[in-house]
């Protein structure tokens, strides 16, 4: 139970409500030891009777007496958020930053020093049930203990990788982070085609979404690599092959990489944004 570790969440978004999910089903942390806080709280008390959790809107007590504070709100809410609650913090908390686009530089301006055990972490929302995928980096400030106790609130929620730095963690972001959300967008695109081809209403999304569990499936059984896969399905002079040559005649990999290449320079912009503000 991270011998009984005070965990604050402090936001109210979907991020910090699968934290919540993954913590309580990870079974590594005491949920009464969890404090979920943000505004209007009676719109997310039901997760805190789910999970047996506390729910509050005083940020300041609920980092009070924490000994890990995520910080899960919107990048140009955290110097807010950072100014109502450093007076608060312990000297020995750990302050782990959700927030895309809020550099080390930043959070130490925000919180005026280094001397904060900081780290960011850029996980994708699957981590609510264990299959996720952890992307962090930290300040430098953390000793072993401490890396100890972030390895071991992050390994139930799914894949852990820890970054050399904040660039490879923002490419890393763009794949994960963001991928659920593109993931899911292609899987959408794939229930409209079978919506088009007249199979009603409810059942192509169905049909999408089982054709994408079952590929999943399929590849955790048989340890194929998805081009092996593709291989396979796509026989010499068949349907799913002239299926397969069209999205490569245009450029489906090309159009996904210059797209998640502008997230990228998306999160660079928001940081530099953050940054003007503190001139």
């Known amino acids: 139970m991270l011998n009984k570790k005070k965990i604050a969440i402090i936001g109210a978004g979907h991020i910090a409500h699968a934290f919540v999910a993954g913590l309580c089903r990870g079974g590594k942390v005491d949920p009464k030891a969890i404090t979920l ?19 509050t809107s005083d940020n300041r007590q609920a980092a009070k007496s924490a000994d890990i504070i995520f910080i899960c709100v919107r990048p140009n809410v955290v110097n807010q958020v950072a100014k109502e609650i ?22 130490n301006r925000y919180f005026l020093g280094k001397m904060w055990k900081i780290v960011r972490v850029l996980p994708n929302i699957p981590i609510a049930f264990g299959k996720g995928v952890v992307a962090y980096t930290d300040n430098g400030q953390l000793n072993k203990k401490d890396n100890e106790i972030v390895g071991s609130i992050f390994s139930p929620l799914g894949i852990v990788v820890k970054c050399k730095n904040e660039e490879e963690m923002n490419r890393l972001n763009v794949i994960t982070g963001c991928g659920t959300g593109y993931v899911a967008y292609f899987i959408d695109a794939v229930k409209d085609v079978a919506k088009s081809y007249g199979f009603g209403t409810e059942m192509p999304g169905k049909i999408a979404m089982e054709t994408f569990w079952g ?39 090309k159009i996904l990489k210059s797209s998640i290449d502008l997230g990228l320079a998306k999160m660079g912009k928001v940081t530099k944004e953050l940054e003007k503000d503190q001139r």
């Open 86 to 107: 450093k007076g608060d913090l312990g000297r020995n908390a750990i302050i782990i930053s959700v927030a895309a686009g809020v550099t080390f530089g930043l959070l």
């Open 215 to 253: 590929t999943l499936y399929q590849l955790k059984q048989t340890n194929q690599s998805p081009q092996e896969l593709v291989t396979a399905v796509a026989t010499k002079g068949g349907i799913t092959e002239e299926i397969i040559n069209n999205l490569e005649k245009k450029n489906f990999r």
């Open 37 to 55: 806080s943000g505004p209007h709280p009676e719109k997310f008390s039901d997760l805190g009777k789910k999970y047996g959790v506390r729910v």
